[in-house]
């Protein structure tokens, strides 16, 4: 469906908000090579307009947001359903893969959500906080349309608080994948620092590097990664938590040797002040009587996803006080 495009299409998205207040929407198409034709779109029911208008031209390769939804507060915590007409014929759209929810396009099931990209919500009172994730963050292990993904479970630890989940599966802090897209350092731009009003990133990458061929080896190459994302976050004004990397052993490509790089990268972590504050995943998981594995009640069956009690150990991780 992605490759192939849509002629006369409606995608239709529900997403969880975490803060509410004024909406707008913002689509992309980063991987786009021809314009795509938005519109006419709904968000909960109402017209959505850009510059006043019902539909609006994406350009390749850019994004596009809306005008305020007239009309339209959404309080905090609800579901926002958005509807986008696409007339095409499109081409192939960017989209994301698997959100862990349920949307539609022309009425058929997907996971998938094409195009749209994020909601701007004008309400939060509480922390602002992106997660710069993998397949933890965007929900691997939770039932999909559970809302049980650690990032909406921190969002509802913290009232008022606006929470960007930027998990995408298989995402490595240092090199693309051709199925897994751009990597953290690749994409930290345009998915963190073009979000408004934000304050502090959260930075929970690193396991893929260490499992996925080529299988990363030396701790100090992932530690100097993570420190190009400081210094760019904090050359924006941005606040830092890096999160430790949390056991994997019974995951397919866990080694010995990578487990002995990921507790080096985690100790340098813990110690080494490279970020302005530490949520210590690693701790919060780990089986004490084998800490290579997670604890038997978090794993999700491949030694590498938490179960949402898992997901709700990484949420209580998180300080309030470091956002």
Do not use: K
Request: charged share 20%; proline share 7%; net charge positive.
């Amino acid at each position: 469906m992605a490759a192939a495009g849509l002629t006369d299409g409606v995608c239709t998205a529900t997403v969880r908000l975490s803060a509410g207040g004024r909406v707008r929407l913002r689509y992309g198409h980063a991987f786009g090579t021809v314009p795509v034709l938005v519109g006419p779109v709904t968000a909960g029911g109402r017209a959505v307009t850009f510059g006043g208008r019902r539909q609006a031209w994406l350009a390749a390769g850019s994004s596009l947001t809306s005008d305020p939804v007239d009309g339209l507060r959404a309080p905090d915590g609800s579901a926002l359903t958005v509807e986008t007409r696409l007339p095409g014929p499109t081409g192939p759209l960017s989209f994301h893969r698997n959100t862990h929810a349920s949307h539609s396009v022309d009425g058929a099931r997907t996971t998938s959500v094409f195009l749209l990209t994020g909601v701007e919500v004008t309400g939060a009172h509480g922390p602002v906080v992106a997660v710069l994730g993998d397949s933890v963050a965007e929900g691997v292990g939770t039932p999909d349309d559970a809302d049980l993904r650690w990032p909406d479970q921190l969002a509802r630890r913290l009232p008022g608080s606006a929470v960007a989940n930027l998990g995408i599966s298989g995402n490595r802090l240092l090199l693309d994948d051709a199925r897994f897209g751009p990597g953290g350092q690749a994409r930290f731009d345009r998915d963190v620092l073009s979000l408004p009003g934000l304050r502090t990133v959260l930075v929970q990458l690193g396991v893929n590097d260490l499992q996925q061929p080529p299988a990363q080896t030396d701790a100090s190459v992932v530690l100097a990664g993570y420190r190009q994302l400081v210094l760019r976050a904090r050359s924006a004004g941005l606040r830092t938590v890096g999160a430790t990397i949390t056991p994997f052993e019974g995951w397919t490509r866990w080694t010995r040797e990578a487990d002995e790089v990921r507790q080096r990268i985690n100790r340098a972590v813990r110690t080494g002040h490279l970020f302005d504050a530490v949520a210590d995943f690693d701790a919060a998981l780990r089986d004490p009587a084998r800490p290579s594995r997670l604890r038997p009640a978090f794993d999700s069956g491949d030694g590498l996803h938490p179960t949402p009690s898992g997901h709700a150990a990484l949420a209580g991780a998180v300080d309030r006080r470091h956002l």
